[in-house]
């Protein structure tokens, strides 16, 4: 079956994805959106700026940014 997210912070799921790729591109409030070119165009997601992450929240977070729960575990090992 699918791979179990931990419960992370924003400073580590942005950390994880700045690792694929992503960028800070602004801030407002305590959402954060990444964003990274790809040959599809620009693809963006926003992190809310929380000591835990819920996994729920975190899923959508990957599913904005199309990128697989095995890749985005894989970067947080790095």
């Known amino acids: 079956m699918s791979e179990e ?8 799921v942005i ?4 690792k694929l790729g992503f960028r800070t ?3 407002r409030g305590s959402h954060i959106v990444l964003a990274k070119v790809t040959a599809d165009g620009k693809v ?3 992190v809310p700026k929380h000591r835990e992450i819920a996994r ?11 990128i697989s729960r095995g890749e985005f ?4 090992e790095k």
Request: proline residues 3%; glycine residues 6%.
């Open 56 to 66: 729920g929240t975190l899923d959508g977070i990957l599913t904005q940014a199309r």
């Open 25 to 27: 591109t602004r801030q």
């Open 44 to 46: 963006a997601t926003v």
């Open 73 to 76: 575990l894989k970067a947080l």
């Open 15 to 18: 950390k994880a994805l700045s």
């Open 5 to 12: 997210i931990p419960i992370l912070s924003a400073r580590e």
